[in-house]
């Protein structure tokens, strides 16, 4: 004899997960049943909202605290500062030249993608850290696909440090970071 099926139960857990999805997918627009505490939307609900907007003043009101506000200079400061670290310090842990990361943080110069990623390093940045920073520096984040960025994940969230990360690029024949010249 099989168990008896309640399909009350089944059907509220259908309506439960049919309100994720839609939150998910940002057909929810603002209510209370969204936590206040930690509630940041994805990207996709942000788009989506952008779409039935009326007004970008009204998009910028309503959204604010979600979008970047930082150029990457003030962003690279701020970690500078969370990480309780001198620019010395990220000199020294990036491979790069002294002057040429004082110049980053200054705003003055625009670093190349890899120049960024050695920084994350002499910064002690998580994967998750490295790419926001790529994402708000307009460079395209790590991605799982590729092998060389694969490396540098492997390394970043694990901890390791530039050196470490070089001695594994190597190793597989891509090209090592910090230690390039300063055209780009």
Do not use: C, W
Request: proline residues 2%; glycine residues 6%; positive net charge.
């Amino acid at each position: 004899m099989g168990k008896k099926i309640d399909v009350n139960k089944i059907i509220s857990y259908m309506e439960t997960i049919s309100e994720i999805i839609k939150e998910i997918s940002g057909e929810i627009k603002e209510d209370s049943t969204k936590p206040e505490i930690g509630y940041r939307p994805i990207t996709a609900a942000l788009e989506s909202e952008i779409e039935e907007t009326s007004s970008v003043g009204s998009f910028f009101r309503k959204n604010k605290k979600y979008l970047l506000s930082q150029n990457l200079s003030e962003h690279l400061n701020t970690l500078l500062k969370q990480k309780g670290l001198k620019i010395a310090d990220v000199v020294r842990g990036s491979l790069l030249d002294r002057v040429y990361v004082y110049q980053i943080f200054s705003g003055k110069k625009t670093p190349s993608r890899d120049k960024l990623i050695a920084i994350a390093f002499g910064l002690g940045l998580s994967a998750d850290e490295t790419q926001k920073m790529l994402k708000l520096s307009g460079n395209k984040e790590l991605y799982a696909r590729d092998e060389r960025d694969v490396i540098i994940l492997f390394a970043l969230q694990r901890g390791k440090n530039i050196f470490e990360t070089n001695d594994l690029l190597h190793s597989y024949n891509f090209k090592v970071l910090g230690v390039t010249n300063l055209d780009d």
